[in-house]
């Protein structure tokens, strides 16, 4: 394992973007955004928006991702890799071993009323959290038992959650972490403009009004399975 890559695994619409600026606004670390995501439109030939302009602008050979992601770091330098879990799903997961791992969730209800905005009609495999619960299994078997962060308990305290999540990345905590300039920055991918609305206005970890938006009538049926994997993940996150 590399003790310098740190690779979160999340699902979309889960405050994963407000954690790689987290992240990424220590002055030890550079972050990575969704280097699987080309691969993933390609290979699925599924419909977002940028689809082409996304495909077009990044590796989607998996190997060469991976070859051009784990290139040897400079000396005390952390890689934070911001991945979706639905982009990987048909992947080796071995590359998970090379790095240190957690899992970010957030309740399906909320990921479903907001992704439903730009996505329309999705589906358990859209929002990545089977494949979250999946992961968290086979790393548990294999004795890698991630840490699982909940956006809901990381708003309530994002000191306490993050200092508890640094200790068990094994790196120390920074308060750069709480704070950052709104504003786009250097590691977002080019599909920024489609999604990064919020978070690009925001300076920190906050609650955005639409949190408390319903979920469609529609996607009750969606949200019962995909919550059963929520509630099971929730079990162990980290408390503020």
């Given at each position: 394992?590399?003790?310098?890559?740190?690779?979160?695994?999340?699902?979309?619409?889960?405050?994963?973007?407000?954690?790689?600026?987290?992240?990424?606004?220590?002055?030890?670390?550079?972050s990575v955004d969704e280097p699987y995501y080309g691969y993933y439109l390609k290979?699925?030939?599924?419909?977002?928006?940028?689809?082409?302009?996304?495909?077009?602008?990044?590796?989607?050979?998996?190997?060469?991702?991976?070859?051009?992601?784990?290139?040897?770091?400079?000396?005390?330098?952390?890689?934070?890799?911001?991945?979706?879990?639905?982009?990987?799903?048909?992947?080796?997961?071995?590359?998970?071993?090379?790095?240190?791992?957690?899992?970010?969730?957030?309740?399906?209800?909320?990921?479903?009323?907001?992704?439903?905005?730009?996505?329309?009609?999705?589906?358990?495999?859209?929002?990545?959290?089977?494949?979250?619960?999946?992961?968290?299994?086979?790393?548990?078997?294999?004795?890698?038992?991630?840490?699982?962060?909940?956006?809901?308990?990381l708003l309530k305290n994002p000191e306490s959650v993050l200092m508890q999540l640094?200790?068990?990345?094994?790196?120390?905590?920074?308060?750069?972490?709480?704070?950052?300039?709104?504003?786009?920055?250097?590691?977002?991918?080019?599909?920024?403009?489609?999604?990064?609305?919020?978070?690009?206005?925001?300076?920190?970890?906050?609650?955005?009004?639409?949190?408390?938006?319903?979920?469609?009538?529609?996607?009750?049926?969606?949200?019962?399975?995909?919550?059963?994997?929520?509630?099971?993940?929730?079990?162990?996150?980290?408390?503020?």
């Amino acid at each position: 394992m590399n003790n310098n890559i740190i690779h979160m695994i999340s699902g979309p619409r889960n405050l994963s973007t407000a954690l790689m600026y987290s992240f990424g606004n220590r002055l030890d670390t550079r972050s990575v955004d969704e280097p699987y995501y080309g691969y993933y439109l390609k290979c699925y030939d599924v419909e977002h928006p940028g689809r082409k302009e996304i495909i077009d602008a990044m590796l989607t050979d998996p190997n060469q991702i991976y070859e051009q992601l784990f290139s040897p770091l400079k000396n005390g330098q952390i890689l934070f890799i911001k991945n979706m879990a639905h982009h990987i799903k048909d992947l080796s997961w071995d590359l998970l071993f090379n790095c240190k791992c957690f899992l970010l969730i957030r309740d399906t209800r909320k990921i479903l009323s907001s992704f439903s905005k730009v996505i329309s009609n999705p589906t358990i495999d859209d929002i990545g959290i089977l494949d979250e619960w999946k992961i968290f299994q086979y790393l548990e078997a294999k004795g890698q038992r991630p840490s699982v962060v909940d956006s809901s308990l990381l708003l309530k305290n994002p000191e306490s959650v993050l200092m508890q999540l640094c200790e068990n990345l094994h790196i120390p905590f920074s308060s750069r972490m709480l704070k950052w300039k709104p504003g786009p920055r250097i590691e977002d991918g080019v599909w920024a403009k489609y999604w990064y609305k919020n978070t690009h206005a925001s300076s920190g970890f906050s609650l955005q009004k639409s949190s408390n938006d319903p979920i469609p009538e529609e996607l009750k049926i969606v949200n019962e399975e995909a919550y059963f994997y929520y509630q099971k993940l929730l079990a162990h996150a980290i408390k503020p």
